[in-house]
């Protein structure tokens, strides 16, 4: 007998509930969900896929033996059950948020950290890309326009509008304190990271915003039936004995209205004064 893959079990119930909600079809008479070739990678970085074990590549790989004639992806349940390996199944954090970030000085090095573990997970630009830019932005302490200086000229060359002002301006100032260079981030600088991680979430940033808005709703839901609790019976001013006397006086009264609507006998009716008559009078 196989033995089971233990990822595959861990995510059987999660894939189960996928299968039940997405629309199938019938062909040869099974039942397969259909993907075409743009919806493969979008499920790559849409959360579902554990980034951090899995490439894309890996990922797109495991579809190739689902490719129909007609293009399209045919997805059996034992395959969505399989797929299940590559699903993220790890704690979901609230997703990061920069504006809680304190404003004020830091060090390179402790800047580093937080842009290590926070800012670089939640972000879909590449990592190595990333520390490119930290350590020519804070490490070298070159400007923004100078780190695209290339980049900006090829795309004036082929017509393209910048505005250098409006991007470029109010980059962190730097200040040195002995043997330490300390940076200075304002609620400005702050803003401005959080609309670069809105615009470049990282998958694993869209799995922690979802659960989060999912959360959020479901708390609301909540709140407002809190405020809104069920109407009660009970009016002020008036006595419940008399409203109950008055409930049973109506209940009484209706059933005397109607004495003749109960079951009727279905065998002969016994007529007691006969009986009398016939019973024998001598022993």
Not at 135 to 162: T, V, W
Not at 267 to 273: T, Y
Request: overall charge positive; charged content about 35%; some cysteine.
């Amino acid at each position: 007998m196989a033995e089971k893959d233990p990822l595959i079990e861990v995510n059987r119930r999660a894939m189960e509930f996928i299968w039940n909600k997405v629309p199938k079809e019938e062909k040869n008479g099974v039942s397969y969900v259909t993907y075409v070739a743009t919806d493969i990678p979008f499920l790559f970085y849409s959360g579902l896929v554990d980034t951090t074990r899995f490439t894309r590549k890996e990922w797109e790989a495991a579809f190739e033996d689902a490719l129909g004639e007609d293009g399209r992806y045919w997805i059996s349940h034992e395959k969505m059950l399989w797929l299940g390996r590559f699903r993220y199944c790890k704690t979901v954090t609230d997703p990061f948020d920069p504006l809680k970030m304190r404003t004020g000085k830091y060090t390179i090095d402790r800047l580093w950290k937080v842009y290590e573990s926070s800012i670089m997970p939640s972000c879909a630009l590449s990592p190595d890309f990333m520390k490119k830019i930290f350590d020519q932005m804070f490490r070298q302490q070159k400007s923004l326009k100078k780190i695209y200086e290339k980049d900006l000229k090829l795309a004036k060359e082929h017509g393209a509008e910048f505005d250098e002002e409006a991007n470029f301006k109010d980059m962190p100032q730097f200040e040195k304190v002995g043997d330490e260079v300390y940076v200075e981030l304002t609620k400005d600088h702050l803003a401005r990271l959080k609309e670069a991680l809105d615009t470049y979430p990282s998958p694993r940033r869209k799995l922690e915003l979802s659960v989060y808005e999912t959360r959020m709703s479901r708390l609301q839901q909540l709140s407002d039936v809190a405020k809104t609790p069920q109407k009660s019976t009970f009016e002020a001013g008036k006595d419940f004995r008399e409203t109950t006397k008055k409930s049973l006086k109506d209940m009484l009264v209706k059933a005397s209205e109607n004495v003749n609507a109960g079951r009727k006998p279905l065998d002969e009716v016994l007529d007691l004064k006969s009986l009398q008559k016939k019973r024998p009078t001598q022993f």
